[in-house]
């Protein structure tokens, strides 16, 4: 198996172009609406803690209570 140690700069822009390359070519079949909504998960999953975060209460709850 080729580890990223094992290939040179100029491969490794080869990979990243043909990766990049793929994705569009699979991503072209959807909507601009659909593209969106994709990236948007993505962004979402890439940015989310790895930990479950803790909830914060809803400024709602506190009135009702009042």
Known sequence: MTSVHDVTPD????L????????NA????LSAREREAYWA????AYNAP?????????AGNAAARA
């Open 11 to 14: 491969q490794l822009r080869g």
């Open 50 to 58: 790895y930990n479950d975060a803790v909830k914060k209460p809803r």
């Open 26 to 29: 699979a991503l072209g079949r």
């Open 41 to 44: 998960s993505v962004r979402r």
């Open 16 to 23: 990243e172009a043909a990766g990049e390359a793929a994705l």
